[in-house]
């Protein structure tokens, strides 16, 4: 994006800071109410997963998919934190198939540089809600 001018609008520029700022806040641990900061986590995943595909849209279904998917995993895991969703569910959203689509994903998007970078943050946080889940 730094190299075409043309692609930087508002709303593009917008979403990044707010992804980003969201992303930060997240970092203030025990001054934020943890409530908060499932939300925040829940908005940063939707808004970079549209700026991951509207900046590097990959042609590949799998791949769109598997980037759809990670909004949908986080968001799961935060209701789950935050009693909407039964415990029990954990193990619907945080399994092994799960954790192997997000793998092929990295693997399979090589030539996506940005989408293999959101990839590859979301699997390293699917990780540690998956050690999380499964305790």
């Known amino acids: 994006m730094e190299q075409q001018p043309g692609e930087r609008n508002v709303a593009i520029l917008s979403a990044l800071t707010l992804s980003f700022t969201c992303f930060d806040l997240v970092f203030l641990g025990e001054l934020l109410d943890f409530e908060i900061r499932l939300i925040l986590i829940m908005i940063f995943s939707i808004i970079t997963t549209w700026l991951t595909i509207t900046i590097d849209t990959p042609k590949n279904i799998f791949i769109l998919f598997v980037v759809w998917m990670v909004p949908v995993l986080m968001i799961a895991g935060a209701l789950i ?41 979301s699997l390293a946080s699917y990780l540690m809600e998956y050690i999380t889940a499964s305790q």
């Open 81 to 121: 934190r935050l009693q909407v969703i039964p415990g029990s569910w954990a193990q619907i959203f945080f399994n092994i198939g799960v954790l192997l689509i997000l793998t092929a994903g990295i693997f399979i998007s090589k030539k996506h540089e940005v989408t293999r970078a959101f990839l590859i943050l």
